[in-house]
């Protein structure tokens, strides 16, 4: 890691790696993963990338859009992403993904919240496979330093531009400077107890904004996902695909009886389940796949789910699967534009951590990848057409300040900070999860 970049993106995701890709060659980037770049919660995402179809209006997808949503969404924001759906897509093709495909022709899922089936898919580990290919590129281009276990715990902000990062290395606390932050830094799942997010998915970037006083907004839109896998150990929740319902699956009462339209939006299942829980006195309802096609060969077709549940003594190829809700995605967050940028001069947010309201108060299946790849690359070009190059006043004029400071102490009473704001979130989850 040096001292100087042009750009920091802060996040190994589809939105970090979207925005580090598409950012000019002769721009010097640093690319930050918490931990290893491959546990970025794209990484878990297993359905997929919805994308407008050819042959529908377009106006069938923004109306699917804005009712998961609850109408509260920014139109105009969801008319220009889902306008630009089939360009990310086609862009994932080009970075290498493969899509699945039946006789030549993409095999598209239909999951809760859409009309129609409109969903592109690598089996059931699409972000996996999305990741991995734009991942396998990043680590070859000259102009992109990845920089792994490295904590980012605070901005550099001065008269209101940001200026550089502070972070934590395994070996020191040291100030990056750069012309221009992205921050893909994720979601909150990490701060709740039942979640299908990683555990070091925190809440940090939003924190640090809150921190900064950047614009945020939406903190109580927080989204529960209906089939999660129920399990008595601690830790990360496996994620039962949306797809398994578009498949057929049906959700069953511990009597047997089905009790919800499983295709309704997600808000919708889990208020049902919760309230059939609540009823029962039980911690779970069930899966069927009775009604799957071809459900012998399902563990092919489902691989990530097969090899979660074979893992608690469950065989879905015959055994039906106890599922839950819990927390999943977070559609508040840091105030963004549709190319990421913020109130802040250079500071720019792009994937779950943004909020540019395109979700509105509850995200519709499988648009969240679809939004980290359109905002990602939003942000890079908007980057590409600004001169960022360290200019030679710029450089001296930060080393003349000595921004770097005692921060060792200065670390902890931030981090400190950072958990009280996370708390907060969980309490907004309190109050509103019954809603």
Not at 361 to 375: D, T, Y
Not at 398 to 416: A, F, P, T, W
């Amino acid at each position: 890691m040096k001292n100087y970049y042009d750009v920091i993106v802060i996040g190994s995701g589809v939105a970090g790696l979207s925005c580090a890709l598409e950012l000019d060659p002769k721009y010097k980037v640093c690319l930050i993963s918490k931990k290893k770049i491959e546990e970025a919660n794209s990484y878990l995402a297993q359905g997929g990338i919805s994308a407008r179809r050819m042959d529908e209006a377009l106006i069938d997808y923004i109306e699917d859009t804005l009712r998961a949503g609850h109408y509260r969404n920014d139109v105009d924001v969801v008319e220009k992403i889902l306008t630009g759906s089939l360009d990310v897509v086609n862009k994932m093709v080009d970075y290498g993904v493969s899509f699945d495909k039946i006789n030549g022709v993409y095999s598209l899922h239909k999951e809760g919240g859409h009309k129609r089936p409109r969903v592109y898919h690598v089996g059931d580990y699409t972000g996996r496979a999305i990741c991995e290919s734009m991942a396998k590129i990043a680590k070859v281009r000259e102009n992109i330093d990845i920089c792994e276990d490295v904590t980012f715990y605070d901005l550099i902000i001065e008269e209101n531009k940001v200026v550089g990062i502070k972070v934590f290395t395994q070996e020191e606390y040291r100030n990056v400077y750069s012309s221009a932050v992205v921050l893909a830094t994720g979601g909150i799942g990490g701060i709740f107890d039942s979640s299908t997010n990683y555990k070091t998915i925190s809440g940090d970037g939003l924190s640090i904004a809150i921190k900064n006083n950047i614009d945020i907004k939406n903190l109580e839109y927080i989204q529960i996902h209906p089939t999660v896998l129920y399990s008595e150990k601690g830790g990360r929740q496996s994620l039962i695909t949306e797809a398994l319902r578009g498949e057929g699956g049906i959700l069953l009462d511990s009597r047997g009886n089905r009790f919800v339209d499983e295709l309704l939006p997600r808000d919708v299942v889990s208020k049902a389940i919760r309230e059939k829980m609540s009823e029962e006195g039980t911690n779970f309802v069930y899966m069927s796949l009775e009604n799957v096609k071809d459900r012998k060969h399902i563990d092919e077709t489902f691989p990530t789910v097969f090899d979660s549940c074979i893992k608690e003594g469950i065989d879905i190829r015959k055994d039906m699967i106890p599922i839950c809700p819990g927390q999943h995605y977070h559609m508040g967050g840091i105030s963004a534009k549709i190319d990421g940028s913020t109130n802040i001069d250079g500071l720019y947010a792009v994937g779950e951590v943004a909020c540019t309201g395109f979700h509105g108060k509850n995200r519709l299946a499988s648009n969240s990848l679809l939004e980290a790849g359109f905002c990602g690359m939003r942000s890079a070009q908007t980057i590409n057409l600004k001169e960022l190059r360290f200019k030679g006043t710029l450089k001296e004029n930060l080393e003349s300040k000595n921004i770097e400071g005692v921060i060792n102490s200065y670390h902890d009473i931030l981090i400190n900070e950072i958990k009280e704001r996370n708390l907060k979130f969980y309490e907004y989850w309190l109050k509103t999860k019954n809603a």
